[in-house]
């Protein structure tokens, strides 16, 4: 009887596939992470209860009523597209080097009017910007 003997052989294991599997997750990860974005625009919110505070210049008052539509200092704006509003706010801060922006929105404003108004006074360089409120019946 001719028994063979068999030698055991190392197993040989490719490195390759496995430095490209963790190559893709570490590009994965590096991509799909979040990382800490700071807002362009610096936002005052004002307290519903707490008085106004009044400044020598005169603001410029942005008024969105409930279907979007845009008005500038109680004067309606042609549309409701960006580059009119644009123009209209340019035109508005012409006369003023560092001009406030209120902006007065409906209750039911569309979310995308009052982020377009916000996202042109960025641009335009308006830094500083007040979102207007109406006191609340509970508050004192």
């Given amino acids: 009887?001719?028994?063979?003997?068999?030698?055991?052989?190392?197993?040989?294991?490719?490195?390759?596939?496995l430095i490209d599997v963790v190559f893709l997750l570490l590009i994965f990860f590096m991509v799909s992470t979040?990382?800490?974005?700071?807002?362009e625009i610096s936002v005052d919110l004002p307290e519903a209860n707490v008085e106004t505070v009044e400044t020598d210049d005169k603001p410029i008052e942005l008024t969105i009523n409930e279907q979007g539509v845009y008005?500038?200092?109680?004067?309606?704006v042609v549309n409701t597209q960006r580059i009119t509003l644009v123009k209209a706010l340019r035109i508005a801060t012409s006369e003023n080097d560092a001009p406030a922006l209120i902006?007065?929105?409906?209750?039911?404003t569309p979310h995308q009017a009052v982020?377009?108004?916000m996202d042109v006074a960025r641009q335009?360089?308006?830094?500083?910007l007040s979102i207007a409120t109406k006191e609340s019946a509970g508050s004192n």
């Fill in 115 to 117: 982020i377009t108004a």
């Fill in 103 to 108: 902006i007065s929105a409906d209750a039911k």
């Fill in 124 to 128: 335009l360089g308006i830094l500083r």
């Fill in 1 to 17: 009887m001719n028994l063979r003997q068999f030698r055991k052989e190392d197993p040989d294991v490719s490195l390759t596939p």
């Fill in 34 to 39: 979040s990382f800490n974005r700071e807002s």
């Fill in 71 to 76: 008005f500038i200092n109680q004067r309606r």
